[in-house]
């Protein structure tokens, strides 16, 4: 425990001394394919439905003040303008550090091919994020260093991303088989971050951030298989893959499993609700769990992730 305050002190410690604190700001995606919009606007409103979703997340629970996220998120369709329209809301809390994101995005939907089934998105998003510090539970070697950060931080900024997205039926998507690839970038316009006002001249850059996707979705009878493979990106130079398998009963439940190249291993299983309190709509309730099995797996311990997805009736 002692050693985890060390290196996140250690690393306040040298941003302070570069006056430049530089790594990956946003936090890690969610096991659950129903968020995947989040990373890439141009997935936006994929399934034919608009729906609304609750996801929380906790990592490592080997520690106090692990690292915690939680977001609120809608989208909407929207086929006879061959476009779709979401937004959330994300608040990532690291202590000291607490971001709260809120953002728009808009996809347009291209299709083409002899049937119209292949389609091809653009998506943009538009963020504001929303930074809070809390000097005092930043644990540091020396408490009177004048460079130590003291005091709070509350600021306001924008940013922006884009997306890409291509499928090979986008007919019935969540229906029938269909291959696709995706890629996008957030955080694309470099900001500094100034702590005005405490003690410190250090800044938080933000830095960009990308994403990519490939797989597919195969469907026999009333199942439906879909692995895919992301990998995520934060300048200057950290990158991990994961692969996702995922299993699925048309609106009964699903089950998947996933690795990351960080050696995290992650599990999940869902169910679906129809009829009685969903009327028309159907209620999608997933669970996850993850574990690293790396070197320090034993000191970050287990973390898990529960979604709540209300999709609207057609």
């Known amino acids: 425990m002692k050693a985890l305050y060390y290196i ?17 700001q946003l936090p890690d995606r969610s096991l659950f394919l129903e968020t995947a919009f989040l990373w890439n606007p141009a997935m936006t409103g994929l399934e034919p439905y608009w729906e609304v979703s609750a996801v929380y997340r906790q990592q490592w629970l080997g520690f106090d003040n692990a690292p915690r996220t939680a977001s609120v998120a809608i989208q909407y369709p929207m086929p006879k303008s061959n476009s779709a329209i979401g937004g959330y809301f994300m608040s990532d809390y690291i202590n000291p550090l607490v971001v709260n994101h809120f953002a728009f995005q808009y996809a347009y939907k291209l299709r083409f091919g002899d049937s119209k089934n292949q389609q091809f998105s653009l998506g943009i998003s538009a963020t504001v994020q929303h930074l809070l510090w809390d000097a005092v539970n930043v644990v540091v070697n020396d408490p009177d260093d004048p460079l130590a950060p003291a005091g709070d931080f509350n600021t ?4 922006a991303g884009a997306g890409l997205f ?26 500094n971050v100034v702590f005005k006002n405490n003690n410190s001249p250090a800044n938080l850059r933000h830095t960009l951030h990308a994403h990519a996707i490939a797989g597919g ?12 493979f992301w990998v995520h990106y934060a300048a200057p130079g950290i990158a ?8 699925e009963s048309y609106d009964a439940l699903w089950a998947g499993l996933s690795y990351g190249t960080n050696q995290t291993i992650g599990i999940q299983a869902g169910v679906v609700l129809k009829k009685g309190f969903t009327k028309d709509g159907q209620m999608r309730i997933g669970a996850a769990g993850s574990f690293n099995i790396g070197t320090f797996g034993q000191f970050r311990g287990p973390g898990y992730e529960f979604m709540a997805t209300y999709r609207f009736a057609q």
């Open 166 to 191: 291509y499928t090979t039926n986008a007919r019935q998507y969540d229906k029938r088989s269909a291959l696709y690839i995706g890629a996008s970038v957030q955080q694309a316009a470099p900001m």
């Open 156 to 159: 306001l900024g924008p940013n």
């Open 240 to 247: 991990n893959g994961y692969f996702h398998l995922r299993m």
């Open 8 to 24: 996140l002190g250690l690393t306040c410690a040298l941003a302070c001394a570069t006056d430049r604190l530089e790594a990956q």
């Open 217 to 228: 979705r195969f469907t026999s009878g009333n199942m439906r298989w879909e692995p895919s």
